[in-house]
């Protein structure tokens, strides 16, 4: 495709249930990058991808929280046994990774959880 | 600890009049300072990326600018089209940008 894209785009769950949000990068891109923006806040960094390895995943806030990314394309950010606090939009970018760090973002998934 | 710091965290401008958007930041190291522009509801677009102290970038109404301790985004002749939230980030080169709070600018009609 053109750009990012991000799946669902809206997800409402209840809390304890787990979810899963999908990122389909730029095609070629080999680095991914997942960031969470709450509610008038600036957006908080998550996990870096190089290809389907992660190097950077200093940003997840607690081991509900996990990653993936398979044949160097789409990833899946998971959170197990939500909470009402992990309620924010969740973005995902990618950039070529050749030391570009001009990111491009997807429109992000909106996470409410009740 | 490094810092991103953006102000004001909203302003509002009539069409036509000018004005300035700080962002500050303490960060050993600095590789780089982005500035992006983020619309309701959509991700962040990238505008520009600024390397050393005396850069400057220009696109359309908009001009970046950065010192060793600041960055100012200004905005000249603003039209409607222009209100968005203005985020600044830094990286070190570590493949992480550290995002401040952004900016939120309306410009009225």
């Known amino acids: 495709g053109a750009g990012v894209s991000q799946s669902p785009s809206n997800k409402v769950t209840e809390k304890g249930k787990d979810v899963e949000l999908r990122c389909d990068p730029i095609s070629g891109h080999t680095a991914l990058y997942w960031y969470r923006q709450s509610l008038g806040q600036g957006l908080e960094f998550l996990i870096y991808?190089?290809?389907?390895?992660?190097?950077?995943k200093s940003g997840l806030p607690s081991d509900r929280f996990s990653a993936e990314r398979t044949g160097g394309s789409v990833s899946t950010l998971t959170i197990q046994r939500t909470q009402q606090e992990d309620s924010a939009v969740y973005l995902c970018?990618?950039?070529?990774?050749?030391?570009?760090?001009?990111?491009?973002f997807g429109s992000g998934t909106q996470l409410s959880v009740l | 600890e490094d810092q991103v710091t953006q102000s004001p965290e909203a302003l509002r401008l009539q069409e036509g009049e000018s004005s300035s958007l700080n962002c500050s930041y303490t960060v050993s190291g600095l590789r780089g300072l982005f500035w992006y522009r983020q619309d309701p509801g959509k991700g962040p677009e990238f505008l520009f990326t600024?390397?050393?102290a005396g850069e400057e970038k220009e696109k359309e109404r908009l001009k970046a600018t950065l010192t060793k301790k600041e960055s100012f985004l200004h905005i000249t002749a603003p039209k409607p089209e222009d209100s968005a939230t203005y985020l600044c980030a830094v990286t070190k080169g570590a493949q992480k940008l550290v995002f401040g709070q952004g900016t939120r600018l309306t410009i009225n009609p």
């Open positions: 970018a990618s950039s070529p990774g050749r030391g570009d760090e001009k990111l491009f």
């Open positions: 600024l390397y050393s």
């Open positions: 991808f190089q290809g389907n390895s992660a190097p950077d």
